[in-house]
């Protein structure tokens, strides 16, 4: 394999990890900052109308 070859499937490689490293972080903030809706949402479902 030449040596051009190898430091394009290198920087490929470098260019999903961090494809997938964004990814994660989106995923890790999502489930941040929605786990909150959840409670809220059954909250309002049992609260005004059950009282």
Same mark, same amino acid.
Do not use: F, I, Q
């Given at each position: 394999? =030449?040596?051009? *070859?190898?430091g394009?499937?290198? /920087?490929?490689v470098l260019? !999903? &990890?961090?494809? &997938? !490293? /964004? $990814?994660?972080?989106?995923? /890790?903030? #999502?489930? $941040?900052?929605? @786990? #909150?809706?959840? @409670? %809220? *949402?059954? *909250?309002? %479902? *049992? #609260? =005004?109308? #059950? %009282?």
């Amino acid at each position: 394999m =030449p040596a051009y *070859r190898v430091g394009v499937v290198a /920087a490929w490689v470098l260019v !999903a &990890l961090a494809a &997938l !490293a /964004a $990814l994660a972080c989106l995923v /890790a903030v #999502g489930r $941040l900052t929605r @786990p #909150g809706r959840r @409670p %809220r *949402r059954e *909250r309002s %479902r *049992r #609260g =005004p109308r #059950g %009282r």
